[in-house]
């Protein structure tokens, strides 16, 4: 598969002329301004990330920086350290002891702070609380919660004492929560009553207590109070977390880890219709957050940081919690929706708390475009100096209209390539460094090493092809939980066993910029959140009225993607209006309300090759309504044809 963007955003790129320089004044007080950083760094990576892993805490110092035994790697080998006493204990009980750690903002517009001395205080109770359910180090831990300081303080307290948190987005259904549950045997979860959103409250916990009829790894359940308190109960198994923490110690040792203990697992989507839990650990992870945290954010004492993504995806992990409290910032959390009140209320939260720092999604800001300006320009902006992008290609107009009306052409843009599998950034700006332009994430980080590659491997030096890292980093995902060979089989097998195959597809140009157009594998991005179309095709064809489904994307304004489902329904059921409906709540209780098709077209047939494969590419084509590709190997040239006039009339 090629990217679906790339003809037409190709174009625009390659008209891109539009050139960023970083302003003289914020490169004189950028954490890194040094230009030749670049080639220093490529005599010797290794070196490079031990500098930065010299900035952490350790409790016994690594033997070696890197044991690269493709493409299994192991960083900071032999050393000790723990997660949280690095984002915590350091800074509480150094000079930042009062310093605001977390800065909360509810939705109906409560706030909470907690300085690191108080967080340090809450996430030890935390710790005592696990270890008083029977939580020991290697524990799974599902964490299903809304956007609440208790969600870092239960990420944190399961770093604290070793054990392997999976944090799996509020968003998800049961059926999600309980496949994550069971797929790596999860001890505990801490969930809420609910959470704000738009308005009223979210329940999560009846989820919860339907994930687990089927779920019996879950020996107990804690419940943060969020909303009514007003949900079920199974005594023995769920406990109210205020309860619990009133009576715990505030005092817990930190459990000192080998550098390549589990840290968290975090599932994510890919080509089958399982999902992955992506494996990260400690050491090198942690020094991947910091790094990336401290140059790509350029974080200072005085600095507000605000990531908006949730702690549900790798964003929030490394870039609320692990990154900018590594590094002593100030974090601030917001729980709801960016229209609730109104769709000012991000920029008057940045008025109001004085947010200097501001990482967020294409997809939001093509939703701030199309509500206007007037939104912003009604809010005082003016503590904003650095502006961040992840998630998805950023199209070169939201990439404007975020420099203009946001960073009032003042603030640098950082447009950030990773993934759930890096852990940490990989490509992107150095604010104090790179002329940017419009669209494009231009260079990897230093200590990163990145190629265009073809299909059988040869390096593209200017030009488009496949997205390939070269070396180990310290940030890597180590494996899938309890599937190496998937491991193996998805990333390090398209050219040898040293290369990493992202998924992406890229571009170079002359100067030596990577354009990143999207995924070339059977993967969505849709909002930024990444759908596997089997995993939607699998939650459509378990309607006990659908015979055979298709998902592919389609390209979409706000979203970036959308979801584009063909249906064949057995015989003898009506389609209908009604039954798309059905159908598209459907997918939303087998995977969560992200993964509805936004269209769904019945058909007595799908395109088929001779040898009975479902052919996508015409599938895209339909949706995207363009001309049909190459239809020579299909059984039945007209079953196109028939597709192509039902999209018209939809
Ligand atoms: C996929 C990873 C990284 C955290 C959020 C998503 C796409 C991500 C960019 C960017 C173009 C991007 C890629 C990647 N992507 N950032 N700046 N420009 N594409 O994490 O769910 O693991 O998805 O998101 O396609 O492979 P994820």
Same mark, same amino acid.
């Given at each position: 598969?090629?990217? +679906? $963007?790339?003809?037409?955003?190709?174009?625009?790129?390659?008209?891109? $002329?539009?050139?960023?320089?970083?302003?003289?004044?914020?490169?004189?007080?950028?954490?890194?301004?040094?230009?030749?950083?670049?080639? !220093?760094?490529?005599?010797?990576?290794?070196?490079?990330?031990?500098?930065?892993?010299?900035?952490?805490?350790?409790?016994?110092?690594?033997?070696?920086? &890197?044991?690269?035994?493709?493409?299994?790697?192991?960083?900071?080998?032999?050393?000790?350290?723990?997660?949280?006493?690095? =984002?915590?204990?350091?800074?509480?009980?150094?000079?930042?002891?009062?310093?605001?750690?977390?800065?909360?903002?509810?939705?109906?517009?409560?706030?909470?702070?907690?300085?690191?001395?108080?967080?340090?205080?809450?996430?030890?109770?935390?710790?005592?609380?696990?270890?008083?359910?029977?939580?020991?180090?290697?524990?799974?831990?599902?964490?299903?919660?809304?956007?609440?300081?208790?969600?870092?303080?239960?990420?944190?307290?399961?770093?604290?004492?070793?054990?392997?948190?999976?944090?799996?987005?509020?968003?998800?259904?049961? +059926?999600?929560? %309980?496949?994550?549950?069971?797929?790596?045997?999860?001890?505990?979860?801490?969930?809420?009553?609910?959470?704000?959103?738009?308005?009223?409250?979210?329940?999560?916990?009846? /989820?919860?207590?339907?994930?687990?009829? #089927?779920?019996?790894?879950?020996?107990?359940?804690?419940?943060?109070?969020?909303?009514?308190?007003?949900?079920?109960?199974?005594?023995?198994?769920?406990?109210?977390?205020?309860?619990?923490?009133?009576?715990?110690?505030?005092?817990?040792?930190?459990?000192?880890?080998?550098?390549?203990?589990?840290?968290?697992?975090?599932?994510?989507?890919?080509?089958?219709?399982?999902?992955?839990?992506?494996?990260?650990?400690?050491?090198?992870?942690?020094?991947?957050?910091?790094? $990336?945290?401290?140059?790509?954010?350029?974080?200072?004492?005085?600095?507000?940081?605000?990531?908006?993504?949730?702690?549900?995806?790798?964003?929030?992990?490394?870039?609320?919690?692990?990154?900018?409290?590594?590094?002593?910032?100030?974090?601030?959390?917001?729980?709801?929706?960016?229209?609730?009140?109104?769709?000012?209320?991000?920029?008057?939260?940045?008025? !109001?708390?004085?947010?200097?720092?501001?990482?967020?999604?294409?997809?939001?800001?093509?939703?701030?475009?199309?509500?206007?300006?007037?939104?912003?320009?009604?809010?005082?902006? %003016?503590?904003?100096?650095?502006?961040?992008?992840?998630?998805?290609?950023?199209?070169?107009?939201?990439?404007?209209?975020?420099?203009?009306?946001?960073? !009032?052409?003042? =603030?640098? *843009?950082?447009?950030?390539?990773?993934?759930?599998?890096?852990?940490? *950034?990989?490509?992107?700006?150095?604010?104090?460094?790179?002329?940017?332009?419009?669209?494009?994430? $231009?260079?990897?980080?230093?200590?990163?090493?990145?190629?265009?590659?073809?299909?059988?491997?040869?390096?593209?030096?200017?030009?488009?092809?496949?997205?390939?890292?070269?070396?180990?980093?310290?940030?890597?995902?180590?494996?899938?939980?309890?599937?190496?060979?998937?491991?193996?089989? /998805?990333?390090?097998?398209?050219?040898?066993?040293? /290369?990493?195959?992202?998924?992406?597809?890229?571009?170079?140009?002359?100067?030596?910029?990577?354009?990143?157009?999207?995924?070339?594998?059977?993967? &969505?991005?849709?909002?930024?959140?990444?759908?596997?179309?089997?995993?939607?095709?699998?939650?459509?064809?378990?309607? @006990?009225?659908?015979?055979?489904?298709?998902?592919?994307?389609?390209?979409?304004?706000?979203?970036?993607?959308? #979801?584009?489902?063909?249906?064949?329904?057995?015989?003898?059921?009506?389609?209908?209006?009604?039954?798309?409906?059905?159908?598209?709540? @459907?997918?939303?209780?087998?995977?969560?309300?992200?993964?509805?098709?936004?269209?769904?077209?019945?058909?007595?047939?799908?395109?088929?090759?001779?040898?009975?494969?479902?052919?996508?590419?015409?599938?895209?084509?339909?949706?995207?309504?363009?001309?049909?590709?190459?239809?020579?190997?299909? /059984?039945?040239?007209?079953?196109?044809?028939?597709?192509?006039?039902?999209?018209?009339?939809?």
């Amino acid at each position: 598969m090629s990217p +679906d $963007t790339s003809s037409s955003m190709m174009d625009d790129l390659l008209h891109e $002329t539009r050139v960023f320089e970083p302003s003289d004044e914020f490169k004189a007080q950028a954490n890194i301004n040094d230009p030749a950083i670049y080639e !220093k760094e490529l005599a010797d990576p290794e070196a490079f990330w031990a500098g930065f892993a010299e900035e952490l805490d350790w409790n016994k110092k690594w033997d070696r920086v &890197l044991q690269w035994d493709p493409p299994h790697a192991k960083w900071f080998v032999g050393a000790r350290m723990n997660a949280c006493y690095n =984002c915590v204990d350091r800074h509480a009980d150094g000079a930042l002891g009062d310093k605001i750690a977390i800065l909360f903002e509810g939705e109906p517009g409560d706030t909470l702070t907690l300085t690191y001395k108080e967080l340090k205080r809450e996430v030890c109770k935390a710790a005592n609380v696990l270890k008083k359910l029977g939580v020991v180090k290697g524990d799974r831990i599902a964490i299903y919660m809304p956007m609440i300081p208790e969600a870092a303080i239960a990420m944190l307290a399961c770093a604290r004492i070793g054990a392997v948190h999976s944090v799996v987005f509020g968003g998800f259904s049961a +059926d999600s929560l %309980s496949d994550r549950i069971n797929d790596q045997q999860a001890k505990l979860v801490i969930t809420a009553d609910g959470g704000y959103r738009r308005g009223s409250i979210f329940a999560l916990k009846p /989820t919860v207590d339907q994930a687990l009829g #089927v779920s019996p790894s879950i020996e107990n359940v804690l419940v943060v109070r969020r909303g009514e308190g007003d949900c079920a109960w199974t005594d023995g198994r769920d406990h109210w977390w205020h309860e619990l923490m009133a009576e715990a110690r505030d005092e817990c040792e930190p459990e000192w880890c080998d550098s390549e203990d589990m840290l968290f697992v975090l599932y994510t989507s890919g080509t089958t219709g399982k999902p992955k839990g992506i494996v990260h650990t400690t050491g090198g992870y942690m020094v991947h957050a910091y790094a $990336t945290s401290k140059w790509v954010f350029d974080l200072k004492d005085s600095d507000i940081f605000w990531c908006t993504a949730d702690v549900g995806w790798i964003t929030g992990h490394s870039y609320i919690v692990y990154g900018p409290l590594a590094n002593g910032a100030t974090v601030l959390m917001y729980e709801g929706v960016p229209n609730h009140p109104e769709q000012d209320r991000f920029w008057r939260i940045i008025e !109001k708390h004085k947010v200097t720092v501001f990482y967020t999604a294409p997809t939001a800001i093509r939703s701030f475009m199309r509500w206007g300006e007037k939104w912003p320009d009604g809010c005082d902006l %003016s503590s904003l100096r650095l502006l961040g992008s992840v998630g998805e290609p950023i199209n070169p107009e939201a990439w404007i209209w975020y420099h203009e009306n946001i960073g !009032k052409k003042r =603030c640098p *843009i950082v447009d950030t390539w990773w993934q759930t599998e890096t852990g940490g *950034i990989m490509i992107t700006p150095l604010p104090g460094i790179t002329a940017t332009k419009p669209g494009l994430a $231009t260079r990897p980080f230093p200590g990163i090493a990145a190629e265009i590659l073809n299909e059988t491997g040869e390096k593209i030096g200017v030009g488009g092809g496949l997205l390939a890292i070269t070396s180990p980093w310290p940030g890597m995902l180590r494996g899938i939980y309890g599937d190496m060979d998937r491991y193996v089989d /998805t990333y390090w097998s398209k050219w040898d066993k040293g /290369t990493y195959f992202p998924g992406d597809g890229a571009k170079r140009d002359a100067q030596g910029y990577f354009w990143i157009l999207g995924r070339v594998d059977d993967v &969505l991005n849709v909002s930024g959140h990444r759908i596997g179309t089997m995993e939607v095709e699998g939650a459509l064809v378990d309607h @006990h009225e659908v015979a055979e489904s298709a998902v592919v994307g389609k390209k979409h304004e706000v979203k970036g993607q959308a #979801v584009a489902a063909f249906v064949t329904l057995k015989e003898g059921i009506e389609a209908s209006l009604e039954k798309e409906t059905e159908l598209r709540n @459907h997918v939303a209780k087998k995977i969560g309300a992200i993964a509805k098709p936004d269209s769904i077209i019945f058909t007595a047939e799908l395109p088929k090759t001779r040898s009975g494969k479902i052919m996508r590419r015409l599938l895209r084509d339909v949706a995207e309504g363009r001309a049909l590709g190459d239809t020579t190997t299909l /059984t039945d040239p007209a079953v196109v044809d028939q597709l192509k006039e039902k999209y018209k009339d939809d």
